[in-house]
């Protein structure tokens, strides 16, 4: 028998049997999102980083979302964010600041006992709307708030 | 790193900072034109008494020195609360506070 062809076989199978696992939703969002999602972060298309981070580019507008960030902001290199989502079993929250060269700005995975609240620091180029995604039951919701920048923060 | 934790009404309330440059790798440096690498923290693992509360990835877009603040259930004074870092570049921190 041809072992290397038998090597070559076995592997191909596993491998396949991953992708269709992962392309049927097998894995669940918490399996996935236990590495760093580098794809989604380094890309500087914000449909990418989507997929990559949410697994979906659709979402629904949902008045349970609260983001609070400053009107104005005098400095984009440190903008005060606060997402707060009154969405039973939150399961993420990521924030995406689509003007920046990197779009994706951080995801946040919370646990059951965490609320479905977080406040952070982000970095704006110009101004944008700031536009938080929360994960739950499966579903994918989304608010935005815009902030106004006087002067960038991303460098160049 | 500075951790700050307490408990108020029966939920924690936990705010870091750590310190760390967050370089896009899009700045460049005045003095020799050339393109600062990107060094930035990819991941904050935080757990209390050892059990996962919040997993943070974050990107270049997140400001220097970066700050997060949460909430979460079941805690009580006294209690361990544990943030730990990694970067990009392989470098790490970890801190552990008393629950206040």
Known sequence: MN???RTFLTASMAAGTVAVAASAGLL??????????????????????????????????????????????????????TVKSKIPNTESITLFVPV???????????????????TTRLKMAKTSDVVAYVKAGGKVYKAKKAVKVTLGGCGG | MKIRAWVDGGKATVKAIIFHPMETGLRK???SGK????????EVKCEHNGKSVLDCFWGPGVSKNPFVSFRFKGAKSGDKLKVSWVDNKGGKGTKEAKIG
């Open chain 2, 29 to 31: 440096d005045k003095a």
């Open chain 2, 35 to 42: 393109t600062i690498p990107p060094h930035y923290i990819t």
């Open chain 1, 28 to 81: 669940s969002p918490s399996t996935v999102l236990a590495a760093w999602p580098a794809k989604a972060f380094e890309t500087k298309k914000l449909d990418v980083a989507m997929k990559e981070v949410i697994g979906s580019t659709k979402a629904t507008d949902s008045k349970d979302i609260v983001v609070e960030a400053p009107d104005i902001a005098e400095n984009g290199a440190v903008v005060s964010v």
């Open chain 1, 3 to 5: 072992t290397q062809r």
């Open chain 1, 100 to 118: 920046n060269a990197f779009p994706l700005s951080a995801s946040y995975a919370i646990a059951a006992n965490t609320d479905g609240f977080v």
